[in-house]
């Protein structure tokens, strides 16, 4: 079907719908007993307000979704700060157990078994030990599990981070839906009012 034609046909059934709405103003009012003009008034009027109810929901649905898109940033930032705690707390946990390790080989004899035990990075056994020694393998071995406690931290600040970070993703797209959703609303609105 050539343009020129369905542009004429679908110009034919606006008329007809407009004519249409014409007539039922016409026919409501006069079983009403008022005029047509006052009726499409009051129906304009409905309308308008039914919109602007939807913009309002759709605008404080908008309000709602930048809320929690705020406390998504702000767990987001307070979950990387952790981790960045973490971070440094494990990292400094590590230079302990190097600092023991070094002090444990160069103040002490080792046996091949805890030579062993120290470069596989596992604690040593205190049982028989005095003096000096003794006192190193402790710290050794204390060194060894503030390390290790650290890095669980690290762990599960990073996991922290991880689902924080979903959760910002997950409220910017709820927020850009809602902004979609007020604008079209909005752009209702606007277009009855200016009728």
């Given at each position: 079907?050539?343009?020129?034609?369905?542009?004429?046909?679908?110009?034919?059934?606006?008329?007809?719908?407009?004519?249409?709405?014409?007539?039922?103003?016409?026919?409501?009012?006069?079983?009403?007993?008022?005029?047509?003009?006052?009726?499409?008034?009051?129906?304009?009027?409905?309308?308008?307000?039914?919109?602007?109810?939807?913009?309002?929901?759709?605008?404080?649905?908008?309000?709602?979704?930048?809320?929690?898109?705020?406390?998504?940033?702000?767990?987001?930032?307070?979950?990387?700060?952790?981790?960045?705690?973490?971070?440094?707390?494990?990292?400094?946990?590590?230079?302990?157990?190097?600092?023991?390790?070094?002090?444990?080989?160069?103040?002490?004899?080792?046996?091949?078994?805890?030579?062993?035990?120290?470069?596989?990075?596992?604690?040593?056994?205190?049982?028989?030990?005095?003096?000096?020694?003794?006192?190193?393998?402790?710290?050794?071995?204390?060194?060894?599990?503030?390390?290790?406690?650290?890095?669980?931290?690290?762990?599960?600040?990073?996991?922290?981070?991880?689902?924080?970070?979903?959760?910002?993703?997950?409220?910017?797209?709820?927020?850009?839906?809602?902004?979609?959703?007020y604008n079209t609303a909005n752009g209702l609105y606007l277009s009855l009012i200016h009728i």
């Amino acid at each position: 079907m050539p343009t020129e034609a369905a542009e004429k046909k679908i110009e034919k059934l606006k008329a007809g719908f407009n004519g249409l709405t014409a007539i039922q103003a016409r026919l409501k009012t006069a079983s009403l007993g008022g005029s047509a003009q006052a009726y499409l008034n009051n129906e304009l009027k409905s309308s308008v307000n039914s919109t602007k109810k939807t913009r309002d929901n759709a605008k404080g649905n908008l309000n709602n979704a930048n809320k929690r898109l705020s406390s998504a940033n702000k767990s987001y930032s307070t979950a990387r700060r952790t981790e960045s705690v973490a971070r440094k707390t494990a990292r400094n946990d590590r230079r302990t157990v190097r600092s023991a390790v070094r002090n444990l080989k160069n103040n002490s004899s080792l046996s091949q078994n805890e030579q062993v035990r120290i470069s596989s990075g596992r604690a040593i056994s205190t049982r028989g030990l005095s003096g000096k020694k003794k006192t190193l393998v402790q710290r050794y071995n204390a060194a060894l599990a503030k390390s290790y406690a650290s890095n669980r931290n690290v762990t599960r600040a990073q996991n922290n981070t991880k689902k924080a970070a979903s959760k910002v993703t997950s409220a910017r797209k709820t927020v850009s839906t809602a902004r979609a959703t007020y604008n079209t609303a909005n752009g209702l609105y606007l277009s009855l009012i200016h009728i």
